[in-house]
């Protein structure tokens, strides 16, 4: 998901998340207010992913939130 449509979306959207990474508090979510690298860097903390690992949950998840 293109970084401008995930920060203006991301109130939308937010929900979806949680569901998504149940390990993300709700003040993880509102620290991430939308940015993509915030996000990322989260999944890392919480589920101790690589960065690369994170992005790829990141693009899968886009994907399936997008459609």
Do not use: C, P
């Amino acid at each position: 998901m293109d970084s401008n449509v995930f920060k203006g979306k991301w109130l939308q959207i937010k929900g979806e998340a949680k569901k998504q990474w149940g390990q993300l508090t709700d003040d993880d979510l509102d620290v991430i207010d939308g940015e993509k690298d915030k996000l990322i860097g989260k999944l890392q903390e919480r589920y101790g992913h690589t960065k690369d690992q994170a992005e790829e949950e990141y693009r899968n998840w886009g994907q399936s939130v997008r459609n």
